[in-house]
């Protein structure tokens, strides 16, 4: 069974059309959706639902999705960043005192893959940071790990596109071998193969 408090950690594991729940075990806790949260309410649920029970999905397509350009989440979709950090902020505050804009930043990155130029080193601490708390939360070392390594190799794949320094300096630095970054490597062989080759002439 996959562990939806590690999910829910950088995605929204369960599908909101098709989800069915005890009417019950909302009204005995008072739980409902977080205003807060705005268009994200249904993350907040799941978060507060599994401290009352086990979530699960059902290995089967139960829903045809449809996207138009008047849909919600197309309409909305310039504040699709601060919506899922302010999600993030509350997930995050089950696991360390105090979540700053940049860990918030940071955050993000990992989780959406999405890569910004210079944060190399940041994001390499804080995925170091995010995975001891998380092995503390979860209690399996081994599922933690795969989970934050799939992560990575997102954000891998994000930075060599980049093609500059600093990008493979965080590919080399996540310890995952992508087609380009092995590309790279032997690219950057040749060359210097090249001017070693040059001065001895």
Do not use: C
Not at 49 to 56: A, I, T, V
Not at 87 to 100: A, G, H, M, R
Not at 123 to 129: A, F, M, S, V
């Amino acid at each position: 069974m996959k562990r939806f408090d590690l999910l829910l950690i950088s995605e929204n594991p369960m599908a909101h059309p098709t989800t069915m729940l005890r009417l019950n075990v909302l009204r005995s806790h008072s739980i409902s959706y977080r205003p807060d949260l705005l268009l994200h309410r249904g993350l907040g649920l799941w978060r507060d639902l599994m401290k009352f029970g086990n979530l699960e999905n059902l290995n089967a397509p139960l829903l045809h999705y449809r996207l138009s350009p008047t849909s919600v989440s197309m309409i909305h979709r310039q504040t699709f960043e601060l919506r899922y950090k302010a999600f993030y902020k509350i997930i995050l505050q089950d696991l360390f005192s105090e979540v700053s804009d940049l860990t918030l930043d940071l955050h993000y990155q990992l989780a959406s893959g999405n890569y910004k130029s210079g944060s190399y080193k940041a994001l390499n601490k804080y995925r170091y940071e995010l995975s001891q708390k998380l092995k503390l939360m979860i209690g399996d070392s081994a599922l933690v790990k795969k989970y934050l390594k799939g992560k990575s190799q997102n954000l891998v794949s994000q930075s060599l596109k980049d093609s500059s320094s600093d990008g493979i300096k965080f590919a080399l630095s996540s310890h995952i071998l992508d087609i380009r970054l092995i590309r790279y490597i032997f690219g950057l062989k040749r060359l210097r193969h090249k001017q070693s080759s040059l001065k001895d002439v």
